[in-house]
């Protein structure tokens, strides 16, 4: 049994990874999850969060903020799929502290209970991006 795992990581924008890693760590609805060679089928929903890649077992993993979607798992690959993904290094904190401040009066000004809901969701994604930039 090969001690890498081949791992996809698809956003619909493009493919961002493809590539055999010993380990990657995903964060699933119901928490962080590894994956590695070997592991059992399964597919999972995936929340906002990093996705970090080890290439060995060793080092620094590089970094990929996922906002959700899905992961898919067998023994030899893993795929993911989501709805929106980007390096951690390419988040701009600057830019992302704006859109959190429009986002705050967008909510304010928001009327309906969908609007609000929707607002919200946004407002978590880029309160996680912030994260992920602050706990490199």
């Given at each position: 049994?090969?001690?890498?795992?081949?791992?996809?990581?698809?956003?619909?924008?493009k493919k961002l990874?493809?590539?055999d890693?010993?380990m990657a760590?995903?964060?699933?609805?119901?928490?962080?999850?590894?994956?590695?060679a070997?592991h059992c089928?399964?597919?999972?929903?995936?929340t906002?969060?990093?996705?970090?890649?080890?290439?060995d077992?060793?080092?620094?993993?590089r970094?990929i903020?996922?906002?959700g979607?899905?992961?898919d798992?067998?023994g030899?690959k893993?795929?993911?799929l989501a709805?929106?993904?980007?390096?951690?290094?390419?988040?701009?904190?600057n830019?992302?502290?704006?859109?959190?401040?429009?986002?705050t009066?967008d909510?304010?000004l928001?009327?309906?209970?969908n609007?609000k809901?929707?607002?919200k969701?946004?407002?978590?994604?880029?309160n996680?991006?912030l994260?992920?930039?602050s706990s490199?």
């Amino acid at each position: 049994m090969s001690r890498k795992i081949h791992f996809d990581l698809v956003s619909p924008e493009k493919k961002l990874v493809s590539e055999d890693v010993h380990m990657a760590v995903i964060p699933g609805d119901m928490g962080m999850f590894g994956v590695m060679a070997g592991h059992c089928s399964l597919v999972a929903s995936l929340t906002h969060g990093v996705v970090k890649l080890y290439k060995d077992d060793k080092g620094t993993p590089r970094r990929i903020f996922i906002a959700g979607g899905f992961a898919d798992v067998n023994g030899a690959k893993c795929s993911v799929l989501a709805e929106e993904a980007i390096p951690v290094s390419e988040l701009d904190k600057n830019a992302l502290t704006q859109q959190l401040k429009d986002l705050t009066e967008d909510l304010g000004l928001a009327k309906e209970k969908n609007d609000k809901a929707r607002i919200k969701l946004k407002i978590a994604v880029v309160n996680a991006k912030l994260l992920a930039i602050s706990s490199q």
